[in-house]
């Protein structure tokens, strides 16, 4: 979170079209925090996309869009590829090696207890190559935990997996950071009684 993936991802399509070049945006429809299929960055630019629901099989997908369009699709731009399944990024692997399409993924690493996404860990075991975007802690360390924030500011601990938000129920930290906050509240929890 924070590293403006999303704004990357927007800017790579807006290139891709001043070029002529065929890409469809796509986002899993678990993401609610937009009510319409758009992908939608912080900084307020957007762009309208494609649901991938549960149950999409990616590669069949891409056959349909490529019999509709014509044509081959040269690129695949998947926002918040952490909630995908490892099916289905074995389906984008597909598109890749049969078609000779490009996809790039963007997403989260692990969730806010540090684990990794079901999508994220199959992207790391199959991916042609793996880029990371940083982003700075307020110390001043490069950020790798998206800790969940409560409402008075304490890091949630416990919970599901996915709970969509934004700045409001996230904060990118450094390790260091998260395990320091986590210990202070973990002493603050436990104060002696007298």
Not at 28 to 43: A, C, G, L
Not at 48 to 56: F, G, L, V
Not at 67 to 83: K, P, T
Request: overall charge negative; aromatic content about 8%; some cysteine.
């Amino acid at each position: 979170m924070g590293s403006a993936k999303t704004a990357l991802l927007l800017t790579t399509a807006y290139n891709f079209e001043e070029r002529g070049m065929r890409y469809v945006c796509l986002k899993p429809v678990v993401d609610t925090r937009e009510k319409i299929n758009v992908i939608r960055s912080r900084i307020g630019i957007e762009r309208e996309c494609k649901w991938i629901h549960a149950d999409t099989d990616l590669y069949m997908l891409a056959q349909d869009l490529f019999e509709q369009s014509m044509c081959v699709i040269d690129w695949f731009l998947i926002d918040e590829a952490q909630f995908l399944t490892s099916a289905q990024v074995d389906q984008l692997a597909r598109v890749v090696d049969d078609y000779g399409s490009n996809v790039i993924c963007y997403g989260l690493r692990t969730d806010f207890q540090t684990h990794l996404f079901e999508g994220s860990k199959r992207l790391f075991e199959i991916a042609d190559t793996i880029d990371e975007i940083k982003s700075t802690c307020t110390c001043g360390r490069k950020t790798i935990v998206n800790a969940r924030i409560g409402a008075n500011g304490d890091f949630v601990t416990e919970g599901a997996q996915v709970e969509i938000g934004g700045d409001d129920r996230y904060i990118s930290v450094c390790r260091r950071c998260w395990r320091n906050k986590r210990i202070e509240q973990a002493t603050k929890n436990t104060l002696p009684l007298i």
